[in-house]
């Protein structure tokens, strides 16, 4: 019998040209999408409407609408919920960061996208990044337009969502938001227009990268606690602490807030004026709050800049904690998540500025 010797350059020529004419499958990425709902999976009964209803399309046929993303990873979708993400509840939250959890050591997912609704995104982001132990890509994404719409926006944003969960230069980064082009923090990213396909900005720490027709580009890293190093962990968890936003303007009543503490709230978040704060008689309350052993966290109704501690008002003296860089609907999913134990004042105030 004749054996035939080859050179280790031809086989590498070999190789290589196997692998770029295809003879040699190479490996995809695996991209796990967990569906919720929102305006991304939302039909209209024209494609020039105002009005339709979120939550109308399943996960398969979303990714069949981008046949283009199946050359990016391979794909598997989950259907979790199918709601407008106004209907977003811990529960669903819970079963989304289960199910990462669940898959974290799993060699059948290397990144996970998230479809969603953008109205309660940065809520579902921001627990999702406290609370999920993995270094894989998480990447949530909605769309502004209905899939029914003219120049709908939800294809293109799924495509860009799976790029960066198929993209390993994301691992790592916490919980990521795809939407137009932009990458952002889930710490940092908060909605700004109600209707414009433009919505999220990131606008106290910047953004993390863009990405144009699944080309990414990753500029910046969050420097927030998150994932791993995350003290969270929702594991078993089933139920969570009450924790209310009351909304604080001119001429404020106090009495919401004694209103909420009688309701069972462990935690009272207020979007305050200015730097964190509100007027004297609802100051008052806070204290009466504080003294009852209820948390009460000073954010911001203004939509940049951070609330500095004992600034205009006392938190030292009336047990308040001052939320820095958090707006109010994050601030209530982090102490919610952080009375899941009990935690002293000083603890919890040096949480708002890590996390
Ligand atoms: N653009 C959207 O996704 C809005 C929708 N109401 C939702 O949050 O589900």
Request: charged share 20%; aromatic share 6%.
């Amino acid at each position: 019998m004749k054996v035939y010797t080859i050179s280790y350059k031809k086989l590498f020529l070999i190789i290589l040209l196997s692998l770029s004419t295809g003879i040699i499958a190479q490996t995809k990425p695996k991209v796990l999408i967990l569906a919720t709902g929102g305006t991304i999976a939302g039909s209209a009964a024209s494609g020039v409407q105002s009005g339709y209803t979120s939550g109308q399309v399943t996960i398969d046929a979303m990714v069949n609408a981008v046949p283009d993303a199946m050359k990016l990873a391979d794909i598997k979708g989950e259907q979790i919920s199918n709601v407008g993400s106004q209907d977003m509840s811990f529960e669903i939250m819970l079963k989304v960061a289960n199910r990462i959890n669940e898959l974290a050591g799993s060699k059948d997912v290397d990144g996970f996208v998230i479809t969603h609704g953008t109205d309660t995104m940065e809520e579902t982001a921001y627990f999702l990044n406290l609370v999920v132990k993995t270094e894989k890509p998480v990447v949530l994404v909605g769309s502004m337009r209905p899939s029914t719409a003219i120049s709908a926006d939800g294809p293109l944003n799924l495509y860009n969502a799976i790029a960066v969960a198929a993209d390993p230069k994301a691992k790592a980064h916490g919980v990521l938001l795809v939407m137009n082009d932009w990458i952002h923090s889930a710490q940092s990213l908060t909605k700004v227009s109600t209707t414009a396909v433009q919505t999220f900005m990131s606008p106290i720490r910047g953004l993390i990268g863009t990405t144009s027709y699944g080309v990414n580009d990753f500029y910046h890293y969050p420097d927030q606690k998150f994932g791993k190093s995350s003290e969270f962990d929702v594991k078993g968890v089933t139920t969570f602490p009450r924790v209310d936003i009351i909304y604080a303007d001119a001429d404020m009543k106090p009495d919401l807030i004694d209103a909420s503490i009688e309701k069972g709230a462990k935690g009272i978040v207020i979007a305050g004026v200015g730097n964190g704060n509100m007027n004297k008689a609802s100051l008052d309350a806070c204290a009466r709050a504080s003294k009852k052993g209820i948390i009460v966290v000073r954010s911001t109704r203004v939509a940049t800049g951070i609330v500095g501690r004992n600034v205009e008002c006392n938190d030292d003296e009336l047990g308040l904690i001052a939320s820095y860089g958090l707006n109010p609907q994050k601030s209530r999913i982090l102490l919610t998540v952080a009375l899941l134990k009990q935690r002293k004042l000083d603890e919890l105030q040096k949480i708002f500025l890590e996390y």
